[in-house]
C-alpha cells in the first residue's frame, strides 16, 4: 500500500510499486484522460504534471511518486468549469480524434505554469514530446497561444478582485 | 431453449423509454431491406437507396426527442456534429434538442463501413432528405387535424404552427408507424438560403468530453467485472507457435487464464498491467518457427513491376491528328505506409447467454459482426457490434483485428467483459499497411506546349482487406481452425483503389491509363487513407511540373490549359491567389513555391494545393513553411470541420510525404514504435496554413476527409523541386534522398 496524491486528493493504492503510474491512474483511480499510447515515452499521450512538470506515465514507475503531487486533465477543471487551457481548446476546436489531446494540453499547462508569456517557439519547442496523427498541430497551437492569453485575464480578474 | 439469443431491434429497444417503437421491426432490417413495396423508381438519395425506411434514419418519440441514426461511425472527422446539424435544419428543431446515434448493429442501419469520404456524402444526404420527409409527414397529420392546408402550416423548433397560432409538438403528432413509411425518391429540401444550422460553424458535441477527461473512446470502458487480456502476437507473418509452457504464467499475481488456440497466444488478468507483465512472461515463454518471406525494401518497384499482375486499360482515347514532338518520362514509388495511429487498437468483448456484444472503433460494424460470428461459427444475429471512437484510424488499422481478438477470449470466459488493447510494436508490426505503389508516366507535348499524349501505368495492390469474411482478421487466421485471409480483389472503379485518381481530371487527346493489379501481397495491406489516389495524385501532379517545365509554362497556368472542369478551374485559382502566386515568380534563396491539384476519386471534393518549402542548402532537411488550399465539396454543412479536415490532410500526407516508410528485413517488419517510424513533430509544423472553402450552396454534399491528402503530397514535392533544381521521385522524399539529390 501507498498513498497518492492526485489532482489534490490522497489515495491508497494496492499496486506493485514498479507499476507505470498511467495504469493506476487509468486502472485503480479510474481516470480517463491519461492515454496509453506507446508504453515507450515516445508519444506524449500520458503526460501528466508533477510538482508543476509535465510527466511521461507510462514510463515512470509508482514509487517515485512517494510525497508527489500528480495532476491530471481531470484535476485542472471540468466541462462545466473549465480551466483556461480547457477553454482555449474547446474555442479553437483543437481536436480531431482527441486522443492525443489531454497528453498535449497537460505539456502546454506546465509550459504555461513555467513561462506565461511563451514565444512560439518556446510552445513548438515544449510540445515536441508529443505527437499528433490527425494533423490538429496548427489548432493546438493556437489553442496554447489562446489558454496563455485566458490565463493572464484570469489572473489580471483575480488580482483586480483581491485589489478591492 | 438453450438455442442462441437472437438480439434484435424490438428487443433492444423495449427498454428504451420510447412510446413510440417507430423503427423498422421485421428481420429485413439491416442486412437487407428488401421488403417487398411499391418500388418507387428511380431511387432515394444517398444511403435511403438501400435503407429506405424513414424511421431507420429519424425517430420521434412521444415526448417530443428526437434522434436522427447513422450506420457510419464518428472516426474524429466530426460528422456526428454535421448529421445533428442537418438533421436539425430540415426538421426545424433546435441543435442541442436532437440526439445522434451511430453505428450499432443493433439500433442503425447497415452502412457498410465508413470509408472512402462517403460519410456526408451518403449518411449525411439520408438523413438530410429523411429529415425533410418526416417533417412534410408531420405537417401533414397536422393539417389533417386541424382540417387545413399543409402549405398554410409552418413549422419552428419542433412543433407545426397554424396561422391562427395553435401548435401541435412533433411528440403529439407522431402516432404509432407513422414514420414506417418507404422514402420518396425526392424530397422537398429548404432553401439553403433559408439555414439556420447548416453552414454555420457549430462547436463539435464530441470535444468537451475529449478535453476534460471525460469517457469518450473505447479505450476508457469499464463495465462491471472487466477484466484485461493482452495477445502476443507471432513475431512475424506467418510464424508457427512450436513450444508454450504456460505453467508459470498461469501462476503469476492476478492472471485469470492463458487463452492458446493454435497460433492465437492471448492472456487475461485482472488488472491491466498485471496482464501486460503476463504477456511478456507468456512472449518470453513462446517459441516461433519463423520464415523469411519478405521482399527487398530497398527494391521494392522492382519488387512490385516483377509480381504477376491482372492487368487492366481504363483509359484509352486517341486522336491521331494530334502527335507530340518532345517526350518525357519518369517513374514513381511509394513505400509501405502506416497508419499509425496514436493510440493503439482496443476492443471490449462479453458473451452473455450466447449473445457476443463487442464494443470496437471498427469501422464497419455489420461487415466486422459478420466476419465475427464466423470466426466463432456463431449466427450472426446472435453478435452484436457496438460502435465506440477510438483514436483515429485513417483507414483499415487494428480495430477490426482487436474486435475480434476480444470476441475470441470472451468466448473463453463466458459473462466476463474483456478489454483488449494492442501494445505500441504490434499496433505498428501488425496493423494493414498502405500498400507500396509504383507508376510510370511518358507524355509529349506537341508545337505548342500543350500535352498531345498521355501514358499512365500503375502499379498496386488492392487497398482494401477489410472484413466481411473471418479471414480477414488476425486472430481468425492464427487460430488452429485457421481462415485463410480472402483472396484479393481490386476495387472497382469509378472510385477504385489502387487505381483511384490514374485517370487523370485533364484532358488530354491521347491518353492511356493502366491498372496492374497484384494480387501476391508480400506485406499484409488494406485500405490506408486517400488508396491509390495518393501516390497517383503525387505522381499526376509531379508530372505535371516536369511537363511545365518542359514547355517553359507557369505551372498553375499548365493545369489551367489541360482543365475543362468549371469547379476544378476556379478552386485552382482561388488557391493560387489567396497563396499570392505569380507567373515566373522566383523564391528566395532555398525556398520553392509549388502546387498541386486534384478532384478526389474524380467524383467527390476538389482540393488544391499551394506550398512554400525551405530545404536547408547544407543538410538537406525540407520544411513546409507555409500551405494555401481551396476546396469545394458542394455545399458545406460545418465549415470550421471541413477547414479542420483540410489542414489534417495537408499536415498528415506531409509527414508521409517527407518522413514515413514501413521498413523490414528477410522476415520481421522493424518498424515497430516511434524511433523506427518517424512521424511529423511540432518542430517541424508549417508556419501557416490557410483554407479557402468554396461554397456550393443547395448542390451535392462531396466527401472532403481524403481530398487533401494527395494535392498536398505533389505540392510539397514540386516545391522541393523548385527550391533544389532536383526532381525526387520515390516517396518519401526524406532529408537524406534531398542532400543526395543536391550532392550529386
Redesign the interface.
Known sequence: MMTLKVNGRDHQIDADPDTPLLYVLRDDLELNAAKFGCGLGQCGACAVIVDGKAVLSCVTPLLLFQDKEVTTLEGLGSIETPAPIQRAFMEEQAAQCGYCIAGMMMQAQALLQRNPKPTDEEIRAAMEPNLCRCGTHMRILRAVHRAAHLMQTADASTVQRSGR | MNGPVVLDRRRVLAGSGALIVSFTLSDAFGQDQNAPSATPAPKPPGSLATTPFLDSWIRVDADGGVTAFTGKAE????FKTAFQQIAAEELDISFQSLKVVTADTARTANEGFTAGSNSVHLSGTAIQNAAAQVRALLVAEAARRLDLPAENLRTENGAVIAPDGRRFGYGDLVASDMLHMQAQPTSKLKDPATFKVMGQPV??V????????????V??M?LPGMV?ARVVRPPSYGAQLTECDVSAVEKL?GVVKVVRDGNFLAVVAK???QT?KAMAALSAAAKWKEMPRLPNQHDLGRVLTSLPSQDKTILQQSDPSVTGQRTLDASYTRPYQAH?????SCAVAQSVDGVMTVWTHTQGVYPDRQAIAEMLGMPTASVRCIHV????C?GHNGADDAAADAALIARELPGVPIRV?W??EQEHAWEPFGPAMVTRLKASLDGNGAIADWNFEVWSNTHSMRPGGAGAMLAAQHMSKAFAAPAPKPLPLPEGGGDRNAIPIYKFPNAHVVHHFIPAMPVRISALRSLGAYHNVFSTESFMDELAKLAGADPVEFRLRHLDDPRGREVIQKAAQGFGWQKGQKAPRNRGYGFGFARYKNLAAYCAVASEVEVNGETGQPRLVRAVAAVDSGQVVNP?GLI??I??????SM?WTLYEAVTFDDTRITSI???TYP?????S??DI?DVHILNRPGQPFLGSGETGQGPAAASIANAIANATGKRLRDLPLTRKKIKDAIDA
Open positions: 472516426l474524429g472527422q466530426g462547436a463539435r464530441d470535444i468537451p468530453a475529449k478535453v476534460t477527461g471525460g469517457a469518450a473512446y479505450q476508457d469499464r484485461h499475481p488488472k491491466e498491467f501486460i499509425g495511429s496514436i493510440g493503439p471512437e477510438g483514436s483515429g485513417y488493447q501494445m505500441r470550421d479542420n479536415q489542414e489534417g490532410a495537408i499536415l498528415q509527414s514504435d516511434w524511433q512521424i511529423l513533430r511540432f518542430n509544423v508549417p496554413i
